[in-house]
């Protein structure tokens, strides 16, 4: 006779068991199918389209040929520019949140409560304010009151603009993970040795947050140069035949080139070739950022 | 004479420089109101005044008495955007906006243009039938959520509870991976592929359709779902496991019996955030749904969603007309109906799980 | 209480609050200069809060008050017009985690130096070797000034941060439990070094280790759920307590 602990359940609870298992399982799995799916899809196609030429070269006739080089380069000016508006603004705000604000304080909640909102907030929304507001209130204020004509259009400026917003939660809230990762006793023996609050921060806190601070900057870069919704309509433009110059020219950017090669090029079989390789350097450039980022937070932690 | 320790010391710069900061950690609460303000200023134009749009022949003079009353400054002083295609308008700034064109009168209010069931924006009696937007919208929300929300969940308890520690550690990287996916490489994918699986498979008369659009949307939902379910799954105490291990049940009952009812709210809270970003998502919803608008609420027929209508359109409309008008109108819906949802997570449900497990 | 030693601190019916919750009862006593006293009691006695109240550490937490007369040579510390930054630099303070920031063992040792003011590198330099060797700690890590405070072991660590405390030339040093994290052998250092700084400090010392207090302190307080129970020369403390509630405390009745 089996011993009570080797007794088995019932069948049917067994089963139950079973499925409710393999039904989560499969979930996983499926999820994991779907994403090895599209990376083997883009690789297949569209790998042997990527040469040194696709790379460096402009596009040409119509888009139908050639190489990605003005929106590679367009959207690298995009996301540096993004960094240095937003980064700074998004660290600043961190350092609020866990040197300054008391945790229980109004206006500490309403500045979390801002961060958590702002990202939930439709990407296209921020399209619409980056109109709105960058262009339509801003450049066109600029203009009004220098008299010159190159801020009240869409352009790089004002698309770096929107994105430093966009992704203005990403950096805040990877910041704040990484000055929260400080120990306190740091903070206390710089206090106790007379230093005030502010050279704790910048000679103590901040150095020993540096890493959380590049993590954060890099997953906005990352988030940033993929983003399509929000720059459609503040410079944008579908094809260049030199690179931005200026802050105020328009540019190319790979994420709208992709959209724009799938559903309004003239003859988009043609181009199928062209518009995997296109998604293969994006996802490529989002990857090696976001990879960085993780590579950059594990040394975090581990340190 | 004073004691050392009352030396004053006097660091204007470290003064500034905290209040730099404080007044730096307001510009997110100060995007917010912008962003509103903004998105929902030049929603106004078209409740507020009439003098937009396709202007009314026949009225020239009502229109030239009604001009100080309807007067928009933002619309006509800043934005200095010409009202109508003519550029001979623009020497006319005070009339422009009442246009000299030969067209047929329509004198539908606003409301009669929305409350319609056609989306036609263009052309000499533009309908702004929102009706097929919001059947869309939702169709494809639904469909997202229908698709996304379970085989979120099921992924997290599956690597929380069930996974072997090896396929665990390449499952949640992997969703992670998704997250940071561009969204118009997977409406790339639905448009190549899916569609083409999708009708292959099911015979669909329509190749691209809400169907299509809502995997498509799926795969934006699901890391977030993911995400937010994992960290609810974790939150919840490990001693609660522990005692129903103890009491005999197997790890599946208690996984689905006891972690996954006591991280609900969290669960809930995940459902909505991914209805959120299946509601606002633009790239994937104008890639994969067929775009266009249609009154249908069957899966396999095109779709168009609000933030889709907005990201098709806006390109092309005339600046400070109707048509742009009411794509700001849609852009303030996306915006209220986005900060409701991320309201209601922060304040009704954190505060249930907080209540659940620290008894305040 | 004979005093031989002028007073370098004083309280006088000094509580202190976290929000509504009072910690500290009513605290009266007078701390003699270079001599170490000693605060003892169970943990949650309140021996850290007022020690972290001399040099107005509390500050920092959200929500904490004082109440009543904490002076440092006469000045109250809680008076409006006291420089917290100048107070701190008098009242030097090791902690119980003795973490020293992660640079290098020179920097440690300078960083509260230049805070306020340039120093010469040559000044710097001899500062750094006598905080040092008032530590003790000069023949252990000469060679590797411009190494990483982090590879020090973590009775090496501590007396770099008693070096970094001394090094902006304080009156005062507060040492909250400096020896708990330590082994016995690092310990013994700590107290060896804690008996020569007092010919130049005045001593605080927070233990939980009675045989330290008898063995360091010239004077020991004894706490007890927030109250100043006794405070005498250590010897007549440990000897001949007053109260009931500090003989059955030194006696290992309870605790």
Same mark, same amino acid.
């Given at each position: 006779?089996?011993? @009570?602990? @080797?007794?088995?359940?019932?069948?049917?609870?067994?089963?139950?068991?079973?499925?409710?298992?393999? @039904?989560?399982?499969?979930?996983?799995?499926?999820?994991?199918?779907?994403?090895?799916?599209?990376?083997?899809?883009?690789?297949?196609?569209?790998?042997?389209?990527?040469?040194?030429?696709?790379?460096?070269?402009?596009?040409?006739?119509?888009?139908?040929?050639?190489?990605?080089?003005?929106?590679?380069?367009?959207?690298?000016?995009?996301?540096?520019?993004?960094?240095?508006?937003?980064?700074? *603004?998004?660290?600043?705000?961190?350092?609020?949140?866990?040197?300054?604000?008391?945790?229980?304080?109004?206006?500490?909640?309403?500045?979390?409560?801002?961060?958590?909102?702002?990202?939930?907030?439709?990407?296209?929304?921020?399209?619409?304010?980056?109109?709105?507001?960058?262009?339509?209130?801003?450049?066109?204020?600029?203009?009004?009151?220098?008299?010159?004509?190159?801020?009240?259009?869409?352009?790089?400026?004002?698309?770096?603009?929107?994105?430093?917003?966009?992704?203005?939660?990403?950096?805040?809230?990877?910041?704040?993970?990484?000055?929260?990762?400080?120990?306190?006793?740091?903070?206390?023996?710089?206090?106790?040795?007379?230093?005030?609050?502010?050279?704790?921060?910048?000679?103590? *806190?901040?150095?020993?947050?540096?890493?959380?601070?590049?993590?954060?900057?890099?997953?906005?870069?990352?988030?940033?140069?993929?983003?399509?919704?929000?720059?459609?309509?503040?410079? *944008?433009?579908?094809?260049?035949?030199?690179?931005?110059?200026?802050?105020?020219?328009?540019?190319?950017?790979?994420?709208?080139?992709?959209?724009?090669?799938?559903?309004?090029?003239?003859?988009?079989?043609?181009?199928?070739?062209?518009?995997?390789?296109?998604?293969?350097?994006?996802?490529?450039?989002?990857?090696?950022?976001?990879?960085?980022?993780?590579?950059?937070?594990?040394?975090?932690?581990?340190? | 004479?004073?004691?050392?320790?009352?030396?004053?010391?006097?660091?204007?710069?470290?003064?500034?420089?905290?209040?730099?900061?404080?007044?730096?950690?307001?510009?997110?609460?100060?995007?917010?109101?912008?962003?509103?303000?903004?998105?929902?200023?030049?929603?106004?134009?078209?409740?507020?005044?009439?003098?937009?749009?396709?202007?009314?022949?026949?009225?020239?003079?009502?229109?030239?008495?009604?001009?100080?009353?309807?007067?928009?400054?933002?619309?006509?002083?800043?934005?200095?955007?010409?009202?109508?295609?003519?550029?001979?308008?623009?020497?006319?700034?005070?009339?422009?906006?009442?246009?000299?064109?030969?067209?047929?009168?329509?004198?539908?209010?606003?409301?009669?243009? +929305?409350?319609?069931?056609?989306?036609?924006?263009?052309?000499?009696?533009?309908?702004?039938?929102?009706?097929?937007?919001?059947?869309?919208?939702?169709?494809?929300?639904?469909?997202?959520?229908?698709?996304?929300?379970?085989?979120?969940?099921?992924?997290?308890?599956?690597?929380?509870?069930?996974?072997?520690?090896?396929?665990?550690?390449?499952?949640?990287?992997?969703?992670?991976?998704?997250?940071?996916?561009?969204?118009?490489?997977?409406?790339?994918?639905?448009?190549?592929?899916?569609?083409?699986?999708?009708?292959?498979?099911?015979?669909?008369?329509?190749?691209?359709?809400?169907?299509?659009?809502?995997?498509?949307?799926?795969?934006?939902?699901?890391?977030?779902?993911?995400?937010?379910?994992?960290?609810?799954?974790?939150?919840?105490?490990?001693?609660?496991?522990?005692?129903?291990?103890?009491?005999?049940?197997?790890?599946?009952?208690?996984?689905?019996?006891?972690?996954?009812?006591?991280?609900?709210?969290?669960?809930?809270?995940?459902?909505?955030?991914?209805?959120?970003?299946?509601?606002?998502?633009?790239?994937?919803?104008?890639?994969?749904?067929?775009?266009?608008?249609?009154?249908?609420?069957?899966?396999?027929?095109?779709?168009?969603?609000?933030?889709?209508?907005?990201?098709?359109?806006?390109?092309?409309?005339?600046?400070?007309?109707?048509?742009?008008?009411?794509?700001?109108?849609?852009?303030?819906?996306?915006?209220?109906?986005?900060?409701?949802?991320?309201? +209601?997570?922060?304040?009704?449900?954190?505060?249930? +799980?907080?209540?659940?497990?620290?008894?305040? | /209480?004979?005093?031989?030693?002028?007073?370098?601190?004083?309280?006088?019916?000094?509580?202190?609050?976290?929000?509504?919750?009072?910690?500290?009862?009513?605290?009266?006593?007078?701390?003699?200069?270079?001599?170490?006293?000693?605060?003892?009691?169970?943990?949650?006695?309140?021996?850290?809060?007022?020690?972290?109240?001399?040099?107005?550490?509390?500050?920092?937490?959200?929500?904490?008050?004082?109440?009543?007369?904490?002076?440092?040579?006469?000045?109250?510390?809680?008076?409006?017009?006291?420089?917290?930054?100048?107070?701190?630099?008098?009242?030097?303070?090791?902690?119980?985690?003795?973490?020293?920031?992660?640079?290098?063992?020179?920097?440690?040792?300078?960083?509260?130096?230049?805070?306020?003011?340039?120093?010469?590198?040559?000044?710097?330099?001899?500062?750094?070797?006598?905080? %040092?060797?008032?530590?003790?700690?000069?023949?252990?890590?000469?060679?590797?000034?411009?190494?990483?405070? /982090?590879?020090?072991?973590?009775?090496?660590?501590?007396?770099?941060?008693?070096?970094?405390?001394?090094?902006?030339?304080?009156?005062?040093?507060?040492?909250?439990?400096?020896?708990?994290?330590?082994?016995?052998?690092?310990?013994?250092?700590?107290?060896? %070094?804690?008996?020569?700084?007092?010919?130049?400090?005045?001593?605080? %010392?927070?233990?939980?280790?009675?045989?330290?207090?008898?063995?360091?302190?010239?004077?020991?307080?004894?706490? %007890?759920?927030?109250?100043?129970?006794?405070?005498?020369?250590?010897?007549?403390?440990?000897?001949?307590?007053?109260?009931?509630?500090?003989?059955?405390?030194?006696?290992?009745?309870?605790?």
């Amino acid at each position: 006779m089996k011993h @009570t602990f @080797t007794q088995d359940l019932g069948i049917s609870k067994r089963l139950l068991g079973f499925v409710a298992v393999a @039904t989560a399982a499969t979930a996983a799995v499926a999820v994991l199918g779907i994403l090895l799916g599209m990376f083997g899809q883009f690789l297949a196609e569209g790998g042997p389209s990527i040469t040194w030429d696709f790379i460096t070269d402009f596009p040409r006739n119509s888009n139908t040929e050639g190489g990605i080089f003005p929106a590679l380069a367009g959207t690298t000016f995009l996301v540096l520019l993004m960094t240095l508006m937003g980064v700074p *603004v998004g660290t600043a705000t961190a350092i609020y949140l866990t040197e300054f604000a008391r945790q229980d304080s109004r206006f500490a909640r309403s500045v979390r409560f801002a961060v958590n909102t702002l990202a939930g907030v439709p990407s296209i929304v921020f399209g619409l304010f980056g109109v709105g507001f960058f262009v339509q209130f801003v450049g066109v204020g600029i203009d009004a009151a220098t008299g010159s004509v190159a801020f009240g259009d869409g352009s790089l400026l004002w698309s770096s603009a929107t994105l430093a917003v966009l992704t203005l939660p990403v950096v805040i809230v990877s910041v704040e993970e990484a000055l929260r990762a400080v120990p306190r006793e740091l903070r206390e023996a710089s206090l106790a040795l007379g230093a005030t609050r502010w050279q704790t921060i910048t000679k103590v *806190v901040v150095p020993n947050a540096t890493s959380g601070i590049l993590t954060g900057s890099i997953l906005a870069v990352g988030r940033g140069a993929g983003e399509v919704a929000a720059i459609l309509f503040v410079g *944008v433009t579908y094809s260049s035949e030199v690179l931005p110059s200026a802050v105020t020219d328009k540019f190319m950017h790979l994420g709208y080139h992709l959209y724009v090669l799938a559903t309004q090029s003239p003859d988009v079989e043609a181009t199928m070739p062209l518009q995997y390789a296109t998604t293969i350097v994006l996802l490529a450039l989002t990857f090696l950022l976001n990879f960085t980022a993780i590579f950059v937070r594990s040394r975090l932690s581990t340190r | 004479m004073l004691h050392p320790f009352q030396q004053p010391q006097r660091r204007p710069l470290e003064t500034l420089a905290e209040w730099s900061i404080r007044a730096v950690a307001s510009v997110s609460i100060v995007v917010i109101f912008l962003i509103f303000l903004f998105v929902f200023r030049e929603t106004l134009s078209l409740f507020v005044s009439t003098d937009h749009g396709q202007p009314v022949a026949d009225d020239v003079t009502g229109q030239m008495d009604d001009g100080p009353e309807v007067y928009n400054p933002p619309q006509l002083e800043d934005l200095d955007v010409p009202e109508v295609y003519n550029p001979e308008t623009g020497g006319l700034p005070e009339t422009s906006s009442t246009g000299q064109q030969q067209e047929q009168p329509d004198e539908r209010t606003v409301w009669e243009k +929305l409350f319609h069931d056609v989306w036609q924006p263009v052309g000499e009696q533009p309908k702004f039938g929102l009706l097929p937007l919001i059947i869309g919208t939702a169709k494809t929300t639904f469909i997202a959520i229908l698709i996304g929300a379970p085989l979120g969940i099921l992924a997290a308890l599956y690597t929380a509870f069930f996974a072997p520690r090896r396929l665990r550690n390449v499952i949640k990287p992997a969703i992670e991976l998704l997250a940071g996916f561009p969204s118009v490489v997977i409406g790339f994918f639905c448009l190549v592929t899916v569609a083409t699986f999708v009708q292959e498979t099911l015979g669909v008369e329509f190749r691209l359709n809400a169907l299509v659009g809502g995997i498509g949307l799926s795969l934006a939902v699901i890391p977030i779902v993911y995400a937010i379910t994992e960290d609810a799954l974790s939150a919840v105490p490990k001693s609660l496991r522990a005692a129903s291990l103890a009491l005999g049940s197997s790890e599946w009952q208690t996984a689905y019996r006891v972690m996954l009812p006591a991280a609900a709210p969290g669960v809930i809270a995940a459902v909505i955030l991914g209805v959120g970003r299946a509601f606002g998502e633009t790239m994937i919803a104008i890639m994969a749904t067929g775009n266009a608008p249609m009154v249908s609420w069957a899966a396999a027929t095109p779709a168009r969603t609000f933030a889709a209508t907005i990201g098709s359109e806006m390109g092309e409309v005339v600046w400070g007309s109707e048509h742009y008008g009411v794509l700001f109108l849609l852009g303030t819906l996306l915006f209220v109906v986005s900060f409701s949802l991320n309201a +209601l997570t922060e304040l009704y449900v954190k505060k249930r +799980l907080i209540k659940r497990f620290q008894g305040k | /209480m004979a005093k031989e030693y002028p007073t370098k601190i004083s309280a006088r019916d000094f509580s202190v609050f976290y929000g509504p919750k009072q910690a500290l009862f009513d605290i009266s006593l007078q701390i003699p200069q270079n001599r170490v006293t000693a605060f003892i009691g169970p943990s949650g006695c309140g021996k850290s809060t007022f020690l972290r109240s001399i040099n107005r550490m509390n500050d920092l937490i959200d929500g904490a008050t004082g109440q009543g007369a904490l002076t440092v040579d006469g000045i109250d510390v809680y008076d409006k017009s006291v420089n917290v930054s100048v107070l701190r630099r008098k009242i030097g303070m090791v902690f119980q985690k003795s973490i020293p920031f992660p640079k290098s063992i020179y920097e440690n040792i300078t960083y509260g130096l230049t805070l306020l003011e340039k120093v010469s590198r040559s000044e710097l330099d001899h500062i750094v070797e006598q905080s %040092l060797r008032r530590a003790a700690l000069w023949d252990e890590v000469k060679d590797r000034l411009h190494h990483s405070a /982090m590879g020090l072991s973590g009775g090496q660590q501590q007396r770099l941060c008693i070096a970094r405390a001394v090094a902006v030339n304080p009156e005062i040093l507060l040492m909250d439990e400096p020896c708990s994290a330590l082994d016995p052998i690092s310990t013994g250092k700590v107290e060896e %070094l804690i008996t020569e700084l007092k010919d130049t400090y005045t001593i605080v %010392l927070v233990t939980h280790n009675m045989q330290q207090a008898a063995r360091v302190s010239d004077y020991t307080g004894f706490f %007890l759920m927030g109250r100043l129970i006794e405070f005498d020369r250590t010897r007549t403390l440990f000897t001949s307590p007053a109260k009931k509630e500090t003989e059955d405390y030194i006696t290992g009745r309870f605790g």
